[in-house]
């Protein structure tokens, strides 16, 4: 079920300067069609930041704002990493090949500096198994749970990248979404399209 409507009444006249409701967005999806493609990382259908490494000028619950982003500081960025050699080295696909990755973890909405390149790894999680793992920070130990998305690819700074077809064609349910950025840098949005669909 959808959030219910809130109204506000100033009676019997004057004004109201600001007004703020707080919460998590939840799309009332037996509404859509399944064939309706829709944006299951959005914070206005339910998608929810659960962790991240860094978060230094923005926070990665940012990416999954709506609208357009005003500007990089309405994304995420990460600090710069301390432990970068002084040289870089790219390898043939022109990836930097560095040490460090920066990483956040979402939740979607349906039940079911620019860095030198990001990969989109999912998984299956139930709501117990989501609570062990934020509880222990997201530790490396649960890496085995993540299936790759979108394989590691380069990006360009101040550009929109649309990444579609076969690439990253999965055919399987998912809950959770890890987008990882390497070596730091920022993402300003991320839109995930897909089709709502019920857990097996």
Not at 48 to 75: E, Q, W
Not at 143 to 159: N, V
């Amino acid at each position: 079920m959808g959030n219910p409507p809130t109204k506000l009444l100033c009676s019997p006249d004057g004004g109201i300067a600001r007004f703020k409701v707080y919460g998590i967005g939840q799309r009332n999806w037996s509404l859509c069609s399944p064939n309706d493609l829709e944006d299951l990382l959005s914070m206005v259908n339910g998608g929810v930041c659960l962790g991240f490494s860094d978060a230094h000028y923005g926070h990665p619950r940012n990416l999954i704002g709506t609208g357009k982003a005003a500007d990089m500081g309405d994304g995420w960025e990460t600090a710069r990493r301390l432990d970068r050699p002084p040289i870089l080295k790219a390898d043939d696909k022109g990836i930097l090949q560095v040490p460090g990755k920066e990483w956040t973890i979402f939740r979607l909405g349906h039940p079911g500096n620019s860095p030198n390149s990001c990969q989109i790894e999912v998984a299956v999680l139930t709501p117990k198994e989501e609570e062990e793992k934020t509880k222990a920070k997201w530790d490396v130990k649960f890496d085995d749970i993540w299936k790759t998305f979108l394989p590691i690819t380069k990006l360009q700074p101040h550009k929109r990248h649309f990444i579609e077809g076969t690439l990253i064609a999965l055919g399987e349910v998912v809950t959770h979404v890890r987008i990882t950025i390497a070596p730091d840098g920022g993402l300003s949005r991320v839109r995930l399209w897909g089709f709502p669909r019920q857990l097996p």
